[in-house]
Structure formats: C-alpha cells, structure tokens
C-alpha cells in the first residue's frame, strides 16, 4: 500500500507560483497513476490533474490549463504540481491521490475511480 503527503503549499500573491509535491512511500509507486485534487472552502473537491504511471500522458480540468503542470519523478516517487499565474480561486486545500488504472487522458466525474491512498492535503492561498 502506497502512503502520500503533500508539501509545498502556502500564501502567495496573485500572479504567483508554487510547486507542489506529494511523497509516496512504498515500492510501487510507478504502477500508480496520480491525481490531484483540490478543495475550497465550503465547496466540494475539485479533479485538478492526473498523470499516468510513466507520465507520458497528462490531463487537466479546464480552469487550470495552460497554468498549472503535473509532473513525476518516478525515481524519487514524488509527483508535482507546480502552478503559475495563480488566482484567488485557486485557494484551496490541494490534495494527491493514487490510483491503479489509467484508462487515457480524461477525467469522467461520474465514474467511481477507485483511489489505494490519499494523502493529507496542504493548503494554498492566493491573496488579491
């Protein structure tokens, strides 16, 4: 069983960067694709990104594109989100997640993914 934890969360203007990292444990980190995910206030979780098990193949919910990059490095087994040109929607609790199957580059909300570990979520806040 995989065990995550994120890092790199913080406050940061709007316009800015931050990158962040989610640590996996374990030895089969690359048989996982990863996730992640965001949550605001009050709101409900968020699909942001997903990268497949070699990350070759990558997909992004529509807000994000073109802003945000999800990344991994399979010899560290860490994934990345670094994200740029941050907005105060973005502000959110950011959360990875790994899963077995990769079933292409889409994100159907209505499918019951099913999900081995979750890490336990850094926030990040972007101020106006």
């Known amino acids: 069983q995989v065990q995550l934890n994120e890092s790199g969360g913080g406050l940061v203007q709007a316009g800015g960067s931050l990158r962040l990292s989610c640590a996996a444990s374990?030895?089969?980190?690359?048989?996982?694709?990863m996730d992640w995910f965001r949550q605001a206030h009050g709101k409900e979780r968020e699909f942001v990104a997903a990268i497949s098990w070699t990350g070759y193949s990558t997909y992004y919910t529509d807000s994000v594109k073109g802003r945000f990059t999800i990344s991994r490095d399979n010899a560290k087994n860490t994934v990345y989100l670094q994200m740029n040109s941050l907005n105060p929607e973005d502000t959110a609790v950011y959360y990875c997640?790994?899963?077995?199957?990769?079933?292409?580059?889409?994100?159907?909300?209505?499918?019951?993914?099913?999900?081995?570990?979750w890490g336990q979520g850094t926030q990040v806040t972007v101020s106006s």
């Open positions: 997640a790994a899963r077995r199957v990769w079933s292409g580059s889409y994100y159907d909300p209505s499918i019951q993914y099913d999900y081995d570990a």
């Open positions: 374990g030895r089969t980190f690359s048989r996982y694709a």
